[in-house]
């Protein structure tokens, strides 16, 4: 009895000195595991307002996260610029990057420097080759809004429309495809009777509300027996674009808008009275950050991440709204 | 001579001590910035601005004004990119720098032979060159890689361009100090530097002195599109990529830092001495003001606060003002004591 008492006080002193030790065999284990973190976040660009959201989220995210500082930097949409950013980023010894820049082809170069230095990185919505990726879900994003549409024709159409108006992004290549692909394939996949192929009429918006407008103005003419007739966009200027020249052709009534994106104009369309514009699937750029910096917080502690991590898409219409953005829209949430 | 030469040493001292005041303030500023690997950044990143700086300033001095180089650096990159499969990477590296220099030479034809304003020309050839890189490239980054793995050691030597080392120099950079060298010597022992001196001085009084004054303004643009097309080289080299967007608003950075370094917008005036250091002023206000985490409203602000301010001091050096009687509450002296001679030039 006396010895497992002895037995049980050098077990006890034993475990004393050892829990302290523990941080430190942490940080043998995780050679990048720190208490305080600085990241470097290049942000796309600072002249537009869903890329503004982002870096006002990771700033959010970093504050609540206590522990990390954040250099920031501007990509300025030019891959010379995000060269010498991540050139900046390594001189400063950050910890880690977040990087928003604008094309997949300056990845490997951008990339074998942080490789070099073993900065780990978390690349948004372009990848970038060993860089977490963290961005839109594009052809899912583009599934919620199509399938909501055919859900809504299946219901208000009797499972039937006569025109598809697909106002894409073709410059752009595969990323705004994906979405448009995802629309489109969710709208035929949920509806009744899907548009016939001669039916779907393929519009370069340019992504701009004006060339939405001009091309749709310039289609609808040639289709003048359709009296239901449905539209997909890239984004929500395109979207009310598209809404804008059916007004102006006097047939507002005959069409049914989705988007892409959300933002507070596409929003200011959703929730008016006799809205054409059923919805759009939201991206939340203001919230990237709190999902951005505990990855990144997970990476330098060593811990498994995922090497895609996907925006949390909603398809955003009346119906919801007022959940997400009640601020927003006081009279209509009122209501 | 001896005042203008004392004026222009003035000019510089000023300068230097300008910059001086820069590096010391970031250098208390941010711990980074003295730090070598910073300083080795900022040398590389000042490479395009600083080979397209020499020409200008060559032009500028001459009286002229080209606007369109930094759209003649991302065409020639969407050169380099859609035809390295083709014709192979160096050939078609080297027919970038002829389609630079072509740029150039047109901008040349158009403002001394056919007359029309360098600001418009040049203006309108900024249009037409990042048209011409969209239209060539569909709009999209074009990487620049051996993708068939038949010209490993063209690409290699390509690559050179942009990542390798000269002189314990990166590439770029030491092609850059070349540049200024030669340009400077160009510029103060040559014929052709003494003959763009006069020119941007007084080009009636060049032309009646026998100086062919349409063929050295055409020479001067012809270089300045030259140097756009090296830029564009070394730029596609570093990035492995050829962007249609590629140097944006590149034209007003280098004007800007041109002008800052004492070259007059009237022509006739300044030293490759004081371009070096106004890119130097200006590249390195704006690394300090990255390193602080600076808006990038903040540093657009500054860089027009830069630009206004080097105009102003121009048109004030223009105007050689008696600063004693202006003090006393006299008007501005235009064209006073000491004004721009024929032959120009310091």
């Given at each position: 009895?006396?010895?497992?008492?002895?037995?049980?006080?050098?077990?006890?002193?034993?475990?004393?000195?050892?829990?302290?030790?523990f941080p430190m065999?942490k940080a043998?284990?995780c050679p990048t595991a720190q208490d305080e973190y600085v990241i470097?976040?290049?942000?796309?660009?600072?002249?537009?307002?869903?890329?503004?959201?982002?870096?006002?989220?990771?700033?959010?995210?970093?504050?609540?996260a206590g522990n990390v500082e954040?250099?920031?930097?501007?990509?300025?949409?030019?891959?010379?610029?995000?060269?010498?950013?991540?050139?900046?980023?390594?001189?400063?010894?950050?910890d880690g990057?977040?990087?928003?820049?604008?094309?997949?082809?300056?990845?490997?170069?951008?990339?074998?420097?942080?490789?070099?230095?073993?900065?780990?990185?978390?690349?948004?919505?372009?990848?970038?080759?060993?860089?977490?990726?963290?961005?839109?879900?594009?052809?899912?994003?583009?599934?919620?809004?199509?399938?909501?549409?055919?859900?809504?024709?299946?219901?208000?159409?009797?499972?039937?429309?006569?025109?598809?108006?697909?106002?894409?992004?073709?410059?752009?290549?595969?990323?705004?495809?994906?979405?448009?692909?995802?629309?489109?394939?969710?709208?035929?996949?949920?509806?009744?009777?899907?548009?016939?192929?001669?039916?779907?009429?393929?519009?370069?918006?340019?992504?701009?509300?004006?060339?939405?407008?001009?091309?749709?103005?310039?289609?609808?003419?040639?289709?003048?027996?359709?009296?239901?007739?449905?539209?997909?966009?890239?984004?929500?200027?395109?979207?009310?674009?598209?809404?804008?020249?059916?007004?102006?052709?006097?047939?507002?009534?005959?069409?049914?808008?989705?988007?892409?994106?959300?933002?507070?104009?596409?929003?200011?369309?959703?929730?008016?009275?006799?809205?054409?514009?059923?919805?759009?699937?939201?991206?939340?750029?203001?919230?990237?950050?709190?999902?951005?910096?505990?990855?990144?917080i997970?990476?330098l502690e060593?811990?498994?991440?995922?090497?895609?991590?996907?925006?949390?898409?909603?398809?955003?219409?009346?119906?919801?709204?007022?959940?997400?953005?009640?601020?927003?829209?006081?009279?209509?949430?009122?209501? | 001579?001896?005042?203008?030469?004392?004026?222009?040493?003035?000019?510089?001292?000023?300068?230097?001590?300008?910059?001086?005041?820069?590096?010391?303030?970031?250098?208390?500023?941010?711990?980074?910035?003295?730090?070598?690997?910073?300083?080795?950044?900022?040398?590389?990143?000042?490479?395009?601005?600083?080979?397209?700086?020499?020409?200008?300033?060559?032009?500028?001095?001459?009286?002229?004004?080209?606007?369109?180089?930094?759209?003649?650096?991302?065409?020639?990159?969407?050169?380099?990119?859609?035809?390295?499969?083709?014709?192979?990477?160096?050939?078609?590296?080297?027919?970038?720098?002829?389609?630079?220099?072509?740029?150039?030479?047109?901008?040349?034809?158009?403002?001394?032979?056919?007359?029309?304003?360098?600001?418009?020309?040049?203006?309108?050839?900024?249009?037409?060159?990042?048209?011409?890189?969209?239209?060539?490239?569909?709009?999209?980054?074009?990487?620049?890689?051996?993708?068939?793995?038949?010209?490993?050691?063209?690409?290699?030597?390509?690559?050179?361009?942009?990542?390798?080392?000269?002189?314990?120099?990166?590439?770029?950079?030491?092609?850059?100090?070349?540049?200024?060298?030669?340009?400077?010597?160009?510029?103060?022992?040559?014929?052709?530097?003494?003959?763009?001196?006069?020119?941007?001085?007084?080009?009636?009084?060049?032309?009646?002195?026998?100086?062919?004054?349409?063929?050295?303004?055409?020479?001067?643009?012809?270089?300045?599109?030259?140097?756009?097309?090296?830029?564009?080289?070394?730029?596609?080299?570093?990035?492995?990529?050829?962007?249609?967007?590629?140097?944006?608003?590149?034209?007003?950075?280098?004007?800007?830092?041109?002008?800052?370094?004492?070259?007059?917008?009237?022509?006739?005036?300044?030293?490759?001495?004081?371009?070096?250091?106004?890119?130097?002023?200006?590249?390195?206000?704006?690394?300090?003001?990255?390193?602080?985490?600076?808006?990038?409203?903040?540093?657009?602000?500054?860089?027009?606060?830069?630009?206004?301010?080097?105009?102003?001091?121009?048109?004030?050096?223009?105007?050689?003002?008696?600063?004693?009687?202006?003090?006393?509450?006299?008007?501005?002296?235009?064209?006073?004591?000491?004004?721009?001679?024929?032959?120009?030039?310091?």
């Amino acid at each position: 009895m006396k010895f497992s008492r002895k037995l049980s006080l050098v077990f006890a002193l034993v475990v004393m000195l050892l829990v302290p030790l523990f941080p430190m065999v942490k940080a043998q284990d995780c050679p990048t595991a720190q208490d305080e973190y600085v990241i470097g976040f290049a942000n796309l660009t600072e002249d537009i307002v869903f890329t503004q959201l982002v870096r006002e989220g990771i700033l959010a995210a970093a504050e609540e996260a206590g522990n990390v500082e954040i250099v920031l930097a501007d990509n300025r949409l030019d891959g010379a610029t995000a060269l010498a950013n991540s050139d900046n980023f390594i001189a400063q010894g950050v910890d880690g990057v977040i990087h928003f820049q604008t094309d997949e082809a300056f990845g490997n170069v951008i990339m074998s420097r942080f490789r070099r230095e073993g900065i780990p990185v978390i690349a948004i919505d372009i990848p970038m080759p060993g860089a977490t990726f963290f961005g839109a879900d594009n052809y899912n994003a583009g599934r919620l809004a199509g399938e909501a549409l055919g859900e809504w024709v299946n219901e208000n159409w009797d499972g039937e429309a006569n025109a598809m108006l697909v106002l894409e992004l073709p410059q752009s290549g595969p990323i705004p495809a994906a979405r448009m692909q995802g629309m489109e394939e969710g709208f035929q996949e949920t509806v009744e009777t899907p548009v016939a192929d001669d039916m779907i009429f393929r519009l370069d918006s340019k992504n701009t509300q004006e060339e939405s407008f001009q091309v749709v103005s310039d289609t609808l003419p040639t289709i003048p027996d359709a009296e239901k007739i449905v539209a997909i966009t890239i984004n929500d200027g395109t979207a009310l674009g598209v809404i804008a020249a059916a007004e102006a052709a006097g047939r507002a009534e005959q069409i049914m808008v989705v988007g892409q994106g959300a933002d507070p104009s596409g929003q200011e369309a959703i929730v008016a009275e006799n809205s054409r514009y059923l919805g759009a699937t939201g991206y939340f750029p203001e919230l990237y950050g709190f999902q951005i910096i505990p990855a990144m917080i997970d990476l330098l502690e060593c811990r498994a991440v995922a090497p895609a991590i996907y925006v949390n898409h909603v398809f955003i219409n009346q119906e919801n709204v007022c959940e997400l953005y009640a601020e927003a829209w006081p009279d209509f949430c009122a209501e | 001579m001896k005042s203008a030469t004392s004026r222009s040493l003035a000019e510089i001292a000023s300068l230097v001590v300008m910059l001086a005041v820069i590096v010391i303030f970031f250098a208390q500023a941010s711990p980074v910035f003295l730090t070598q690997r910073n300083l080795d950044n900022t040398l590389l990143d000042i490479t395009t601005i600083g080979i397209l700086a020499v020409f200008t300033t060559m032009l500028m001095i001459g009286g002229g004004l080209d606007l369109s180089i930094g759209s003649t650096v991302a065409l020639c990159g969407v050169v380099i990119g859609a035809l390295q499969s083709t014709w192979g990477i160096l050939p078609a590296a080297g027919f970038a720098i002829v389609v630079g220099a072509l740029v150039g030479l047109l901008n040349g034809f158009l403002v001394t032979y056919v007359g029309i304003n360098p600001l418009i020309t040049t203006l309108g050839m900024l249009s037409i060159a990042r048209g011409l890189a969209f239209v060539f490239s569909d709009g999209l980054t074009i990487p620049v890689f051996d993708l068939e793995g038949t010209q490993i050691d063209a690409y290699n030597t390509f690559t050179q361009f942009g990542e390798g080392q000269i002189l314990g120099f990166a590439t770029p950079v030491f092609v850059m100090f070349t540049l200024f060298i030669v340009g400077m010597l160009v510029l103060q022992f040559t014929s052709y530097g003494r003959a763009m001196y006069a020119i941007g001085g007084n080009d009636k009084a060049s032309q009646l002195a026998g100086l062919s004054v349409r063929r050295y303004r055409m020479t001067a643009y012809m270089l300045s599109g030259l140097s756009a097309g090296i830029a564009s080289v070394l730029l596609t080299s570093r990035l492995y990529a050829a962007d249609p967007r590629a140097a944006p608003a590149m034209e007003l950075t280098v004007i800007t830092a041109v002008v800052l370094g004492g070259i007059s917008l009237a022509g006739g005036k300044g030293t490759l001495i004081g371009t070096a250091l106004g890119v130097l002023i200006l590249t390195t206000l704006l690394n300090g003001m990255k390193l602080l985490s600076t808006s990038t409203d903040a540093q657009n602000i500054a860089q027009g606060i830069v630009l206004l301010v080097a105009v102003g001091l121009d048109q004030l050096r223009t105007r050689n003002i008696n600063w004693s009687r202006w003090l006393r509450g006299s008007r501005v002296v235009p064209g006073g004591a000491g004004a721009k001679t024929a032959a120009g030039g310091d």
